[in-house]
C-alpha cells in the first residue's frame, strides 16, 4: 500500500527536508529514538550509523549500521524466532527501483553436511 511512497523516500532532497513531509508516509516515535518509524509497518528497525566504507569499483559506499531499536509484529514472529516475511505483505527491493512482495515456499531443517 505504501510502496510508491516509500519508493519516493531514495529522491535525494535537501538535508532539511523530510520525506514524511513530502509522502503520505505517517511518523512513528518509539522510546525516544531520534528518527522516527513508519508507522503501521509490520517491521520497524532502528539504526545507529557506524562507519562507512568507499568502494571505488562503483562509485558507492558501503554503509554499517547497528541495530538499536527491532519492531517485529507478533503475528510475523515464529516460535523458533523465524520471521515470515510473507505474513506481513512486505516488499523487497530488486536492484534499484524493482520491487516484490515475498512469498514462502518451503522451509527446511539447518543444513548439515552430507556423510
Do not use: W
Amino acid at each position: 500500500e505504501i510502496l510508491e511512497d516509500a519508493h519516493h523516500t531514495s529522491a535525494k532532497y535537501k538535508r532539511e527536508i523530510s520525506e514524511f513531509d513530502v509522502t503520505n508516509l505517517e511518523t512513528d516515535y518509539k522510546n525516544n529514538f531520534i528518527a522516527p518509524f513508519v508507522k503501521d509497518c509490520p517491521i520497524q528497525i532502528g539504526m545507529k550509523y557506524i562507519e562507512e566504507y568507499d568502494i571505488k569499483s562503483n562509485n558507492t559506499k558501503l554503509v554499517v549500521g547497528e541495530i538499536q531499536e527491532l519492531y517485529i509484529e507478533e503475528k510475523l514472529l515464529k516460535e523458533d524466532g523465524f520471521v515470515n516475511l510473507s505474513e506481513g505483505n512486505i516488499a523487497t527491493i530488486n536492484g534499484l527501483n524493482g520491487y516484490a512482495v515475498p512469498n514462502l515456499k518451503e522451509r527446511f531443517e539447518y543444513q548439515r553436511p552430507k556423510k
